[in-house]
């Protein structure tokens, strides 16, 4: 790629565009972005806002395409500059099928690499996850660390089991020739839970909130540490690492980064209580209200419910074995290899990150859109 922001204008694909960090990333290339000449934004489900995007002076493409077509992905790439890989099925709900969840984000994510491949792009940028670490199934915690912490990654459930094979591909391809001879230079973001405008999980929990008036009832202990991140921090890494990976390639081509922010380290529904709190709910309890066994229980009970009325409906509720596991185990991490590597700041401060956040929530007004 130029190194002149007038040498050369670069055409962008961002697959997932249209999801809830896609559309983040989307908005961010077109305001921080200054190389950028056309931006492709591929997805299964095309948003009707992409077209207000149309009337700016960067071509916005909107293609829509599944990754788990080949086909439809070396179309989308070819001729593109720099490849951020954002599609994917993030269901930890029992809501896909283990073969789709693996079809999307594995075969998806195989099917972007060999297009790079073979239509000559060099610069991937992958969304892997925290989960590829972890929690595991053991319920060790992971407290405060980093990229290179020992930690023993065990995963069962099948969304943890595919961003991990992901990301293992992903890397594995750094230096690969492309089509023209040049190698291929890969790296994986590792966000940790994101949210901010467009989070459906924190949607879901204020319209929980709203229909038990206006209250919550704590089931996580408030000790247990979970590591969050402003949406529009991870979108800024994402535009950052694409933008550094061809001058830094030796050394940002096969590395990890977990991409994380100045958000408080707190459990789960704490943390979530700094949006909903504002917005009219109260946790109840200083501590859980139920003995776990009781929700290891209840959780077992969605399962038998889920598989029972699937011919029926899909019932699936936020609370099943995983999401229990995962809910109840420490996980917060502290790096600064994304600032060494590639000069990673947050662009949003945990202030304006909750402001924004709020707002978003305050407007939904526990509407199903
Ligand atoms: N949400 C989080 O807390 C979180 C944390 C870490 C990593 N991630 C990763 O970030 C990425 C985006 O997650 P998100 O939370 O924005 O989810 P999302 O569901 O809002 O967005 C995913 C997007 O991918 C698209 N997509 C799904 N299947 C597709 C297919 N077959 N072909 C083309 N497009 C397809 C969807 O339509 C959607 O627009 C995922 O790879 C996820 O694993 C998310
Ligand atoms: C019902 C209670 C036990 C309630 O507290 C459950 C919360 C639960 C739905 C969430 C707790 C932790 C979340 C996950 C975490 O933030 C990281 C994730 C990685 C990302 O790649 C996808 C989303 C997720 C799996 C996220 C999903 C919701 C939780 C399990």
């Known amino acids: 790629m130029a190194d002149s922001a007038q040498a050369q204008?670069?055409?962008?694909?961002?697959?997932?565009?249209?999801?809830?960090?896609?559309?983040?990333?989307?908005?961010?290339?077109?305001?921080?972005?200054?190389?950028?000449?056309?931006?492709?934004?591929?997805?299964?489900?095309?948003?009707?806002?992409?077209?207000?995007?149309?009337?700016?002076p960067v071509r916005v493409t909107a293609i829509q395409g599944d990754v788990t077509q080949a086909h439809e992905v070396a179309a989308a790439?070819?001729?593109?500059?720099?490849?951020?890989?954002?599609?994917?099925?993030?269901?930890?709900?029992?809501?896909?099928s283990p073969k789709t969840i693996h079809e999307v984000n594995v075969q998806g994510t195989r099917n972007v690499i060999e297009a790079c491949v073979q239509t000559g792009t060099r610069f991937l940028v992958y969304t892997s996850s925290m989960e590829v670490v972890g929690p595991n199934t053991k319920g060790h915690p992971f407290y405060r660390g980093n990229e290179d912490t020992p930690y023993e990654a065990v995963h069962r459930h099948p969304y943890p089991c595919s961003k991990?094979?992901?990301?293992?591909?992903?890397?594995?391809?750094n230096g690969r020739k492309v089509c023209g001879?040049?190698?291929?230079?890969?790296?994986?973001?590792r966000p940790t839970g994101i949210y901010g405008e467009g989070h459906q999980i924190m949607r879901d929990f204020y319209r929980q909130g709203l229909r038990?008036?206006?209250?919550?009832?704590?089931?996580?202990?408030?000790?247990?540490?979970?590591?969050?991140?402003?949406?529009?921090?991870?979108?800024?890494?994402?535009?950052?690492?694409?933008?550094?990976?061809?001058?830094?390639a030796a050394l940002m081509g096969g590395q990890v980064y977990f991409c994380y922010d100045g958000s408080?380290?707190?459990?789960?529904?704490?943390?979530?209580?700094?949006?909903?709190?504002?917005?009219?709910?109260?946790?109840?309890?200083?501590?859980?209200?139920v003995?776990?066994?009781?929700?290891?229980?209840?959780?077992?009970?969605?399962?038998?419910?889920?598989?029972?009325?699937?011919?029926?409906?899909?019932?699936?509720?936020?609370?099943?074995?995983?999401?229990?596991?995962?809910?109840?185990t420490t996980f917060t991490v502290s790096t600064d290899k994304a600032q060494r590597h590639f000069g990673y700041e947050p662009l949003f401060s945990w202030e304006d990150s909750r402001t924004r956040t709020i707002l978003w929530v305050?407007?939904?007004?526990?509407?199903?859109?």
Request: with cysteine.
């Open 291 to 328: 003995p776990y066994w009781l929700l290891v229980f209840l959780a077992a009970l969605n399962v038998l419910l889920q598989w029972l009325l699937r011919p029926l409906l899909l019932y699936a509720p936020l609370l099943n074995p995983y999401t229990l596991a995962v809910a109840n």
């Open 212 to 248: 038990l008036g206006g209250r919550l009832f704590r089931a996580i202990p408030a000790s247990v540490e979970h590591g969050r991140v402003y949406v529009g921090n991870v979108a800024w890494m994402h535009v950052l690492a694409a933008r550094e990976l061809e001058r830094r």
């Open 9 to 56: 204008k670069l055409v962008y694909l961002v697959t997932g565009g249209c999801g809830f960090l896609g559309e983040h990333v989307v908005r961010m290339l077109l305001q921080r972005e200054p190389r950028l000449g056309e931006l492709r934004v591929f997805d299964l489900h095309l948003g009707p806002w992409l077209e207000e995007l149309k009337t700016g």
């Open 181 to 189: 001879g040049l190698p291929l230079v890969t790296c994986a973001l």
């Open 164 to 173: 991990a094979l992901a990301e293992w591909l992903v890397l594995e391809a």
């Open 362 to 369: 305050q407007a939904t007004g526990g509407s199903a859109q």
């Open 77 to 96: 790439v070819a001729g593109a500059h720099v490849v951020i890989h954002t599609a994917g099925l993030v269901d930890v709900f029992g809501r896909a």
């Open 264 to 289: 408080p380290y707190k459990s789960y529904e704490d943390f979530n209580m700094e949006f909903l709190g504002p917005c009219g709910l109260r946790l109840v309890g200083a501590r859980p209200l």
